[in-house]
């Protein structure tokens, strides 16, 4: 196994040129307002970023003006390199490419009630989960804020063209998101900030998932927001944990638990408690009991996501009956549980299974 990073927060290497997004609406004028021009031009510019406008579809700014703040505030960021589909056209993998050459990927998800995009937040991630693809490659860097927004902005624009939009954010794709804080944070802003200055989403509808970083979860809870929490627990015992998710050898299972409820308890957001279920290694009904003796009572949820299995690996999803017997057991204990369906399967766009390098073969 790999040693953990000392160090959560990555060094700005690799990280694109200033863009707007990156900026929240007083800064965005005052760059503007930099560039010689009135704060005004902050608002157009921005209303066509974020509805995915090209700088060709900027035409109430002239052509001089839009050619210039275009250079100083929209520097590309990511460019598609490919989309595949599976399940009918309801589930949509993107792979882009950044200014340097990293690849990352988000998943896009129709169902009858929302649409979902699933978002990378790093390139790669530092956090070693031995049963995730992208655990396995390690960190290669952080994306900045804008680069986390576009995924969703871009996703938005063509559901858009067809008359939907995208409702949901889960920050479940590549990467640690409480490892990249501020940007992460930023972006989350960016999703939530009415229009022109944002996407105008529901703070209901985004959910950041973690394993854990204990300190990143308190800064959280002092963030005034009202998003989502999910805890990859995917076992309710340290000496299990320390080997699934390694950050639990800083951070054990009653601490980051505590920490996580205690956000739920500031923001009234119920926590969701993933838990991948493995053939034999977190599945056996003590640990069913053990799960929900530490939840009892707790504003919780509990999403257990069947094992995708990741290439070379020799852990596999548990059997039907012993899911069920999972789920019965949560459940006649008063945990609110729900299994995951496995969408995005067969492109390698489920679960822990974004990984560039796959893709990219
Ligand atoms: N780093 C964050 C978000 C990324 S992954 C986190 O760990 O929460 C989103 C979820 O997918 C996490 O719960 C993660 O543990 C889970 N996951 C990763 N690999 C998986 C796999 N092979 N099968 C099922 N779930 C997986």
């Not at 998800?109 to 992208?134: E, I, L, N």
């Not at 956000?263 to 838990?275: A, D, V, W």
């Amino acid at each position: 196994m790999r040693t953990l990073p000392l160090v959560f927060e990555a060094p700005k290497r690799g990280l694109p040129p200033r863009h707007l997004a990156d900026l929240d609406g007083p800064a965005r004028r005052a760059a503007v307002v930099e560039l010689g021009e009135k704060p005004f031009r902050a608002e157009q510019l921005s209303r066509h970023w974020f509805a995915g406008h090209t700088p060709e579809q900027m035409t109430d700014l002239p052509l001089a003006l839009r050619e210039r703040l275009t250079a100083a505030l929209l520097p590309p960021l990511l460019s598609p390199v490919r989309d595949v589909e599976c399940d009918d056209g309801a589930t949509r993998k993107t792979l882009w490419r950044g200014h340097d050459g990293t690849l990352v990927e988000s998943v896009l998800m129709r169902y009858t009630d929302r649409t979902t995009v699933c978002v990378s937040s790093q390139a790669g991630c530092g956090m070693a989960c031995p049963f995730c693809a992208t655990g396995q490659a390690g960190l290669t860097r952080n994306l900045s804020t804008a680069e986390i927004v576009e995924q969703v902005v871009v996703a938005n624009a063509a559901e858009s063209a067809v008359g939907g939009r995208v409702s949901n954010v889960v920050f479940m794709g590549m990467g640690e998101p409480m490892a990249n804080y501020n940007r992460v944070v930023a972006a989350v802003r960016r999703l939530i900030e009415p229009t022109p200055y944002g996407l105008g989403m529901s703070q209901r509808n985004i959910v950041v998932s973690t394993v854990g970083l204990v300190p990143a979860i308190k800064r959280l809870t002092e963030e005034g927001l009202q998003i989502t929490l999910a805890l990859s627990l995917h076992a309710p015992d340290d000496e299990l944990r320390n080997t699934l998710v390694p950050v639990n050898t800083r951070w054990p299972v009653s601490e980051v638990l505590s920490a996580a409820l205690a956000y739920t308890k500031t923001t009234g957001r119920r926590l969701s408690i993933e838990y991948a279920l493995i053939r034999d290694v977190n599945d056996q009904p003590f640990r069913a009991d053990l799960l929900a003796k530490r939840l009892k009572g707790k504003l919780v949820h509990v999403n257990l996501i069947p094992l995708n299995p990741t290439p070379g690996s020799e852990w596999d999803a548990s059997p039907k009956p012993v899911e069920k017997e999972f789920v019965r057991r949560l459940r006649a204990a008063g945990i609110a549980t729900t299994v995951r369906d496995t969408r995005g399967r067969e492109i390698a766009g489920a679960c822990g299974q974004l990984s560039a390098a796959e893709a990219a073969v």
